[in-house]
């Protein structure tokens, strides 16, 4: 519906049928929910489920439908699918403290930040250069939360004047 989301380029945009298709159904154990304004599809909502954890891949709604809350409708839908296959944790897998909008609605849909310890062993010296250089890990991860914060608004201006094709190249900032 808009080339702009969240204030950068939404690389998601003028996508394919048949691309998002591919995207889709290479996936196993995911669920795609839905949800509807009478007939019309105005959001939908990616998630991959696991033994006891679904996490949600991605959702996207309709601005012009905005005001019938499809994302909290779909939280909702993905929350009850949870209880009804036994899955006790659903996760929303981005860092908190890049992106002041998605935190503020991540609290008020009431998830909360829990960070998972992580631990590397280096199994080649190409592996022990690159944990100690801290390579393994995403940049925003590895800066300072102050300057990946002033960071994120200058991706999202430089977002807006790259093409489609570049961004899909380098990746995004979470």
Known sequence: ????????????????????????????????????????????????????????GSFVHLISKRDKLPTMALVAAAVKECCEKGIQFLVYPTAFG?????????????????AVPRHYLPLTRRGYIAIRLHAHKPIQHVMPKALARAIVPVYSYISLALPASVLDRIGGIE
Do not use: C, H
């Open 1 to 56: 519906e808009t080339p702009i989301r969240q204030g950068r380029r939404y690389t998601g945009y003028g996508e394919t049928l048949e691309r998002l298709k591919k995207k889709f159904s290479n996936s196993t154990n995911a669920e795609i929910l839905g949800a509807y304004d009478g007939v019309q599809l105005i959001g939908l909502l990616w998630m991959m489920l696991g033994d006891r954890v679904a996490q949600i």
């Open 98 to 114: 890049l992106q002041p909008g998605i935190d503020k609605f991540r609290l008020r849909m009431k998830f909360i930040p829990f």
